[in-house]
């Protein structure tokens, strides 16, 4: 956060905030600044002086845009720039995203902010690019594995410095009052919308572009040639904005007009751009749902940031009226918090490039300028009509409902698996099957895929906010968090804590698949006597109660010491950190190889937390005989391997995974000692017989 001094003359009175006190984070950003002017009355900016010299600005990002970042909040930064629009540096004031606070640490995104430090907000950002061959666009390295919160902090930084901008320095248009009149609809045919200039008609044969470039680079010219094989046919773009009702309803019909809309979120353009010439608009390395490189567009000669929508990777193109025919079409998204305005010329240009010579590379850019009719506007509207926006959540279930299903589909037969699970025991073969499918699918779709790791966090997160006043939504900002911990909360009540430990918690499967292993290893085990697995149990209820103290008096410092948890180490972040953290799951990983399960046994707060709920559970129907524990001892001495159950032979089921290896034993005729020697052997001699079975 922002430093007292910053907030002492940000809210102080006017007069009084012509200051020598400058707080280290402006110091920071502006090292030769020696006084801090009033703030302004119209936009929350304090300019910077060095004496007399205005330096330039400093602003916060949250008082000019709302991107939400992955932890469904923004990500504030300070941000300095001159008075010719160069960033002269930034600083984070505030974040909650997880992927940097609890596990790759924040240097990366104070390295990708640092990237923008002196370069001009005219410039093209594209970030993490295949194709990096524009020369007129700027490429940043992103981050691996937190690309959702890069491209939030990108559109942060560029959108709120293009408003400061166009509101306090010279060269950048200030935005107008001019929306578009939602009412305004007639029906129209194609060639209609073209002559009204709805749709735009940019059109460059082979020989217009050889006379633009005839003073140019013979390469040039060649490249041109060749890219229009031997035609007179170049550049042949229709483009037009779909958001736009007079033109998307008439283009899609009302069908793919709503569903056009669903896709973009209040404020957002979408430009829509079929190609019928021979040079085609995006690249063949061009990834959905990036930034082109070779379409770009600019309006004030400030860059208009266009993403791709992928509008049409599920369905297929469908128009309400006859266009002419395309080998190409794309979407992209303009987002109006950067200060796009829909009435103003907008430039698109169209980079080609060639070889200057064997050794470097040119580009050459195409341009088309444009202006929508002021008929489809109205003056001083509001641009968004007074609805309710859809929630944040709900954008982002539907966003991963293919997720959900497939998470609810293998809930439900799991449910089935636990009511059947004696039918299913009966067949050894089977149900070592469905076990081994189960933990492949719980690592590899719920874990690494989906990032469904539940955590002791979750926890103290949730008592912390049942204390400070529930919010919901905030859970629900992680459909798969969120239907698991639903679904974990329901069976702990019927079936205790095994049916997460044993069948949904990704490093729970990881610590079975080197049981599984050991096993086909013959590596002996390590068998830990009755009285120090006993003490050794206790070990995770002390760490869960310090986790939790601790969370009521320093939430970093409890998410902290949840490092004793390895999951965010091997699940959330595949192993690739820091090399103690690395080394320590590692090392839990290979000591399962010797002691079945050791983390989950005697380390896990998670697990001891859900043993306390769990600990009576309605349903115990993991079968047991009058000769368990009295005299068999077949299952506690040699099929139990996380030693769950007594002496007696009844289950701990605060301990129990129920991994179901007691219910296969019982129910074949084959394995049980009681079934073996029913007819054979009196019963007192059962445990001589199964000593050494």
Known sequence: MLSPSFYSFAFAPVEAQNTTSISANIAEIFPSATRLGPVDKKIAVTPVYQLGDLLGYVFESDDFTNFIGFSGQTINILIGIDTQGVITGLKILNH????????????PLFDFINQYQHHSIKERFIINARDKSSKDATYFDGITRATISVLVVNDTIIASALK??????????????????PDFFETLTFEQLVEKKYVQHWQLTRDQALALTESSSPSLTNTIKKLSEDTNDFIDLYFGFANIPIIGKNLLGETEYNR??????????????????????????????????????????LPVDMRDVDFYSYFNPRFALEIPDYNEIKVFRIKSQSGFELNKELTLSLAVTYNQSFLSKNQHNFSFASTLPEILFLDKTPLVQPEKAQPLWLKLWLQRSTEIIILCLYL??????????????????????????????????IGFYSQGQLSVVNIYTLLLSIQQG??????????V??????????????????????????????????????????????????QHHKAGQKVKYVLLILLVACSFYSLTLAEQLAEIEPFKTSIT???????????????????????????????????????????YPIFKWLRRRDECGSPCQLCRNKKCGIDAIKPSGAIDYGECIQCLECVVVIESPKLCVVNKYANKTKPSQIKVLNCNE
Not at 168 to 179: H, I, Y
Not at 580 to 601: D, E, N
Request: charged share 15%; hydrophobic share 55%.
């Open 470 to 479: 529930f919010n919901i939504e905030v859970f629900l900002l992680d459909p």
């Open 260 to 301: 056009l809309l669903e896709s973009l979120i209040p404020g957002e353009h979408a430009l829509m751009v079929l190609n019928r010439g021979n040079y085609a608009f995006v690249s063949e390395e061009f990834i959905p749902q990036t930034v082109p490189s070779r379409l770009s567009a600019t309006q004030a000669s």
């Open 412 to 445: 439900i037969a799991l449910t089935l698996v636990f009511i059947k699970q004696d039918t299913l025991a009966k067949n050894e073969k089977l149900t070592h099957q469905v076990r081994f499918i189960s933990l492949i699918f719980v690592i590899g779709f």
């Open 164 to 181: 400061v901008a166009r509101e306090k320095l010279s060269g950048f248009v200030a935005p107008s009052n001019f929306v578009v009149n």
């Open 573 to 615: 972040l595949n192993f690739v950190r820091y090399w103690p953290f690395v080394l320590y799951a590692v090392l839990l990983l290979l000591l399962s190889l010797k002691i079945h399960k050791f983390y989950c046994r005697y380390l896990c707060p998670l697990g001891a937390g859900l043993a306390i709920i769990g600990r």
């Open 96 to 107: 909650h995203e997880p992927i940097f606070l609890h596990g790759l640490g924040e240097p």
């Open 481 to 530: 968090i969120f239907i698991l911990w639903v679904f974990v909360f329901i069976t702990l009540f019927l079936w205790g804590r095994g049916l997460f430990c044993g069948w949904l918690c990704p490093f729970g499967a990881l610590q079975e698949i080197m049981a599984l292993i050991a096993t086909k290893l013959k590596i002996k085990q390590i068998k830990i006597k009755p």
